[in-house]
């Protein structure tokens, strides 16, 4: 399987991963500095943990932490294999 | 005599700060709030081993010091010495929360840049073990420069240590220092705390398993909301059924006392006004404090538990329907207990429009004190019947309440969101701290600060109020034999039936209609009311208070009004303290003015649908 960057959103649950990049352009500068606050950043592993119903919020583990955030502001947020 | 040196306690949220505090200042806090915003102050004294007396202040918990909420604000002020009301503070506790290092980290890299004398308080040292995380102490304090002390707050460990190194801190005089750095950049301090927090940690192993376990079942898309609904449910039907044994203690106390009152008091103007003003009226509120206790109880350990959050992110989808998030849920839940504590936790929520939304919906959420209104109404008109196993109707009824006031909360709110409130939205990100055994301690102190205001209100508001509704409800009185009713004739009886005609087309009756009239001071109020109306029409001949309230109550109004009068409960802003703290938390009059105008149309419109529905449907 090759290494595809893939969007925080779309990740499959349970996948080990790392965040590659960050579209901070595509955030409000409020979502981008509690983003930043949580610990998101590139290098940073991540997993996608769970989903809420009906396109709900997506649950990660950043780093140690367990965050919330919508799928919206997940879409911003590019990953890679671990 | 110089005042204590002021110790500030700074950290992220879910660091344990608050059980940091309670260990250390034990039940001596004061609970109020800083002069011109609403963000709260807690404050208490702790002592040395030495025996010098500090003062501890807990500051809200914050990822960072950009002042983006009024919390933020207030955190950054009081540490550069510019918040009015604070004292500067001769030295900093930073709480972490030792299983998340590598985000924790940061915000303490940005505090020890300001200059002040500063001890870290590695918390929840335990979970950190359990983790599987060994974090070497003496080098993490010699990366941070400043003294480390593990700690468990909520089993009081490291208390010791941290008392020695917060006197080493303060150091003799205690002068009050003046942060004088300035907080670096985030990106660049964050990936500082990451190489730290790395540096430190012997040993590591994948995350929390617990967690991870338990939140599978509490986020599983299905399973989740389920649960979250069954934990609801049962919370109110605790409130009731629990709540039956302490009642009827406390009622039994109230005939005893008004039973002493009648036997040692000479008739007459003063025996009247204490049993029938003082003892039965605040007696009748007082009665309800094991339900509020209860409903107190469920929400501090569900909070204390991190369940809450938990609850927020099942929210979410559903309150971003109606323009809110989830972050809105936990203002709204405290706001089952009260409204004032939950429309000031909206200072947590940074979009000022969501903020305003859920500052204007709050008050729809049933609080405790509708507690007592539903509760007496319910109780005289509504048959303790068994729906299902397990299952009251009495119950039921009350689900019902509670579930028409959170529909009438969120379509207040889509509307609001698309009129005087529209634009903007936040989002939602937060953090999902650890699952953790609630410390009974906490609770208890949460429960007795709760227990305390409560019953301030019944010595002071409600006192008051229910004195001066007898007086007003007593005189002048009734000529001999004129075949008029007391209730009528009295001066709040003139005021009553100014009222009357505007509530009379939904149901309402002269008596409901003087029995609001107080309300607007405190809702419970109701109760003391009913009862001090309904007392003093039954004649001098009869003994006050033993009837019941609710045998009263059933000879006097038809199901359709009861039904009607719970329905106007549901919306009716009957708390001027709420609208007081709306006032302040908005700025102006405007949106306090608004509140009122708005719940009093919805509350009226209600009332009239029950009314009109059920007396079409013959009950």
Redo the contacts between chains.
């Keep these: 399987m090759k290494a595809v960057p893939v969007r925080l959103d779309q990740l499959p649950l349970g996948t080990a991963s790392r965040i590659a990049s960050i579209d901070w352009s595509d955030l409000a500068p409020n979502e981008a500095r509690r983003l930043r606050e949580l610990g998101f950043d590139h290098g940073v592993s991540i997993e996608a943990l769970h989903r809420g119903a009906m396109k709900g919020p997506l649950a990660c583990r950043v780093g140690r932490m367990i965050v919330a955030v919508r799928r919206a502001v997940a879409a911003a947020v590019i990953v890679e294999p671990a | 005599m110089n005042p204590a040196p002021l110790v500030a306690l700074v950290g992220n949220p879910n660091a344990g700060k608050s059980a940091l505090f309670n260990a250390l200042t034990g039940a001596r806090q004061k609970v109020g709030n800083y002069p011109g915003v609403t963000v709260e102050r807690k404050v208490g004294r702790m002592s040395l081993d030495d025996g010098r007396p500090l003062e501890l202040v807990d500051l809200p918990g914050t ?2 010091l ?1 002042p ?1 909420s009024p919390d933020e604000q207030v955190t950054r002020d009081v540490l550069f010495g510019r918040q009015a009301g604070e004292r500067t503070p001769s030295a900093l506790v930073v709480v972490v929360d030792a ?5 924790h980290l ?1 915000f303490v890299l940005q505090l020890i840049a300001l200059g002040l004398p500063t001890v870290v308080a590695l918390n929840m040292i335990d979970m950190a073990v359990r983790d599987g995380l060994e974090i070497d102490t003496a080098r993490l304090s010699a990366e941070l420069g400043v003294p480390v002390v593990p700690t468990v707050a909520v089993r009081k460990r490291g208390l010791d240590e941290l008392r020695v190194a917060l006197g080493r801190a303060v150091g003799g005089g205690g002068k009050p220092a003046f942060a004088s750095g300035e907080p670096g950049e ?2 660049k301090l ?2 500082e705390a ?1 190489r730290i927090a790395a540096a430190v940690t012997v040993q590591q192993s994948p ?1 929390n398993a617990w ?2 376990r338990l ?2 079942v509490a ?4 399973i ?2 389920i649960l979250l609904a069954a934990l609801m449910f049962v919370m109110f039907q605790a409130v009731f059924s629990w709540s039956q044994a302490p009642i009827e203690w406390l009622a039994n106390a109230q005939s005893w006392l008004s039973d002493t009152a009648v036997r040692t008091l000479p008739g007459g103007f003063v025996r009247s006004l204490l049993v029938e003003g003082v003892i039965n009226g605040v007696g009748s509120v007082v009665a309800f404090l094991p339900q509020i206790l209860i409903l107190f109880a469920f929400i501090l350990v569900l909070e204390a538990s991190g369940y809450m ?1 938990r609850a ?3 929210m ?2 559903l309150m ?1 329907g109606v323009g809110l998030s ?1 972050r809105a849920f936990i203002p709204l839940l405290s706001s089952f207990a009260c409204a004032i504590p939950g429309i000031m936790a909206t200072r947590t929520i ?2 000022q429009r969501d903020r305003l939304t859920t500052i204007l919906i709050a008050p729809l959420m049933t609080c405790s004190a509708r507690l007592p209104v539903y509760a007496v109404v319910i109780g005289a008109f509504i048959p303790a019947r068994r729906v299902l196993p397990g299952v009251g109707l009495q119950g039921l009824v009350l689900f019902c309440l509670y579930i028409a006031g959170i529909m009438g909360a969120m379509g207040a709110a889509a509307v609001l969101r698309r009129t005087v409130a529209r634009g903007g939205g ?9 699952y953790q055994m609630p410390a009974w301690r906490d609770v208890a102190i949460g429960l007795w600060q709760r227990a305390r205001i409560f019953m301030r209100r019944a010595g002071t508001v409600i006192l008051a109020v229910t004195a001066a509704l007898w007086l007003l409800t007593s005189y002048p009185q009734v000529p001999e034999g004129s075949g008029l009713k007391q209730s009528d004739y009295s001066i709040a009886g003139r005021i009553a039936s100014v009222i009357e005609p505007i509530v009379r087309p939904v149901g309402f009756n002269h008596d409901m209609a003087l029995a609001i009239i107080p309300t607007m001071a405190a809702r419970e109020v109701a109760v003391s009311s009913l009862q001090t109306i309904y007392s003093i029409n039954a004649g001098d001949d009869e003994k006050v208070g033993q009837q019941r309230l609710a045998e009263r109550l059933r000879g006097a109004w038809s199901l359709p009004t009861a039904l009607a009068f719970l329905a106007w409960f549901v919306f009716a802003p009957q708390c001027l303290s709420t609208i007081a703290v709306i006032r302040r938390e908005t700025n102006g009059w405007f949106w306090p003015s608004f509140t009122l105008a708005y719940l009093f149309s919805l509350a009226w419109i209600a009332a009239g649908i029950t009314f009109w529905t059920a007396t079409a449907l013959g009950l």
């Design positions: 990822y960072s950009d983006a299983t998340n290092l590598d985000n940061r985030i990106t964050q990936r990451r995350g967690t991870q939140d599978s986020l599983h898309p299905v989740g909301p959050v927020a992110f099942l979410d989808r971003s989830g940074d979009d936040g989002g939602f990100m937060l953090e999902l701290p650890k």
